[in-house]
Structure formats: structure tokens, C-alpha cells
């Protein structure tokens, strides 16, 4: 008993003193990206020009993104976690995923989104960006992307993605401790009462 307590002592002051990561949010670097999306679903022959990818910009969502500050909040959230904790995951090392933050941040979602605590309906995440435009540049061209999903989202270029309407970014900035040096989240949705 003796050496659990110890044990639990020790522990405990490694958490303590453990020196925090120097983690800050840039909401400047994720409002150009929200910017440049929105321009994009604008103008996409454009773009993907300047970009130099080829693919069929008849599909993208003429839909203009709105900010949402709940979002938001659960984009920084989630950005800040990834770069403090060391992971680069849709899920969090307890198992939960975004659909569950969203909602839990007063965001409310489609009861048929929350049953299955891992979902990710909304969410797409890069690392390593000097900015967060960069990443989205990344999505859209298809760097790290397998089957060009992140495309698809940050451009509604299907009947799900395209219903989407509302968006939250959240880009974080980590000196040293971490993997990467930027984290990034983006999270595009709708309102549970939108899906009936």
C-alpha cells in the first residue's frame, strides 16, 4: 500500500511540475483559410488553375460557408489537443471523436451523428503547414489525402458535403515539444434538424 501511494505521489508531482507546452491559437491564419475556401467555391476554375490541379470543378458547392463560433471553438479545441498531447488523429487517445465535441459545444446534431462516440461527419485535420491556407491548399490538391476525401469536404463536392453549410477552423502553433509545428482543424456541418 505503501509503495502505490508512493507511486501515486510521484506521479502526481510529474504532473504538477511538468513544464506546458507553449501552444497558441493564430485566429488570423484561420480566418484567411475560411476566406480562401469560400473564394475557392467562388471561383474554382480559377483556382485550380493557379493551384495546377486537374479535376472536375463542376462538382464543387457554389455554397458560400458561414462562420460559426461554436465551431470554432471546438476547431481550436481540438488543434490545441492534438499539439499538446502529441497525436495527429481524428479521435483522441480516450476515444471520442469530433461529432461528440460539436455537439457537446452546443452545436446540435442529428442523433443518428452521436451513437457511435468515435464519429467524424465533419472534421479534417493537417499538420506540419506553415499556414493554415497552405493546408487547405494541401486538401485541395491531395498532398497526404488518401482518395482526396479532405478535398471533397472543404469543397462540398458531393450531395453529403455539399449539404454542409456552416465552418469552424482552429490552427494552432507549437514551438517545440510536439511532432509538428502547426495543427489544423477544420470542421464543416449542419444542424441536426437540416438532415430530416
Not at 446534431?109 to 499556414?131: C, G, P, R, Y
Not at 479532405?150 to 511532432?179: C, N, P, T, V
Amino acid at each position: 500500500m505503501r509503495f502505490v501511494y508512493l507511486f501515486l505521489l510521484v506521479l502526481l508531482s510529474q504532473v504538477v511540475f511538468a513544464q506546458k507546452k507553449q501552444v497558441s491559437i493564430d485566429k488570423k491564419e484561420a480566418k484567411e483559410a475560411y476566406s480562401y475556401i469560400n473564394s475557392f467555391r467562388k471561383k474554382p476554375e480559377y483556382f485550380s488553375k493557379e493551384l495546377n490541379v486537374n479535376f472536375d470543378v463542376s462538382k464543387v458547392s457554389v455554397t458560400q460557408l458561414k462562420w460559426n463560433d461554436n465551431l470554432a471553438k471546438v476547431a481550436e479545441f481540438r488543434a490545441k489537443d492534438m499539439a499538446n498531447r502529441d497525436y495527429f488523429e481524428h479521435i483522441t487517445p480516450e476515444g471520442i471523436g469530433p461529432n461528440y465535441y460539436i455537439n457537446k459545444a452546443g452545436y446540435s446534431l442529428n442523433v443518428d451523428w452521436l451513437k457511435d462516440i468515435k464519429a467524424n461527419n465533419f472534421e479534417s485535420i493537417a499538420a506540419n503547414h506553415a499556414t493554415a491556407v497552405d493546408a487547405i491548399k494541401a486538401f485541395i490538391i491531395g498532398n497526404n489525402s488518401p482518395g482526396f476525401m479532405h478535398r471533397k469536404h472543404i469543397l462540398g463536392m458531393d450531395s453529403w458535403y455539399g449539404s454542409l453549410y456552416d465552418i469552424g477552423i482552429g490552427f494552432a502553433k507549437i514551438q517545440e515539444g510536439s511532432a509538428y509545428k502547426t495543427y489544423l482543424c477544420v470542421l464543416i456541418a449542419k444542424h441536426d434538424w437540416e438532415s430530416k
